[in-house]
């Protein structure tokens, strides 16, 4: 009788999403340690546009005014906190369920080199944050103001 050995049955996915983070320059560099401890975690999609590097985060139930978005040593961050709001009159609710989470979270992502970082834009529209990373010459800059 063969032995075989038992293990979850997506780690052929894992090891094809490490594949694909090796391929990208701009990939994640949050570490599952660090996504595990996290309460949550928003959902960046990342894509080319022209001659643009979109980061489009969901955050819904953020107040803009709690999203940070910097640039330092090539590398992008967004953080920011989710909080939840209590009245008075919560107090006599019980739950049965709640999914909701909050808490504050930090994603991480490197740049590919030759990013105009004065040139970076970002804007928050209906629970959505939307990084705009033009191509181009490397100049430091520490943070971008959110329209």
Same mark, same amino acid.
């Given at each position: ?59 819904? !139930? =953020?107040?803009?005014?709690? *999203?940070?978005? #910097?640039?330092? /040593?090539?590398? %992008?961050?967004? &953080? ?33 080199? !030759? =990013?105009?970082?004065?040139? *970076?834009?970002? #804007?928050?529209? /209906?629970?959505? %944050?939307?990084? &705009? ?15």
């Amino acid at each position: 009788m063969a032995l075989m050995r038992r293990g979850t049955p997506f780690r052929g996915l894992r090891n094809l999403e490490r594949q694909l983070e090796d391929m990208f320059p701009w990939r994640s560099d949050e570490g599952e340690e660090e996504a595990a401890l996290s309460a949550w975690s928003p959902r960046v999609d990342i894509y080319e546009e022209g001659d643009n590097l979109i980061f489009e985060c969901e955050a819904p !139930g =953020v107040n803009k005014d709690d *999203i940070d978005v #910097s640039v330092e /040593n090539n590398r %992008l961050t967004i &953080t920011g906190e989710r909080r939840e709001e209590k009245t008075v009159e919560d107090e006599d609710r019980n739950y049965y369920r709640s999914e909701q989470r909050f808490g504050t979270f930090q994603r991480a992502f490197s740049l590919p080199d !030759g =990013v105009d970082t004065e040139a *970076i834009n970002a #804007s928050y529209d /209906n629970g959505v %944050l939307k990084v &705009t990373v033009p191509e181009g010459a490397q100049p430091s800059r520490e943070s971008i103001e959110i329209e």
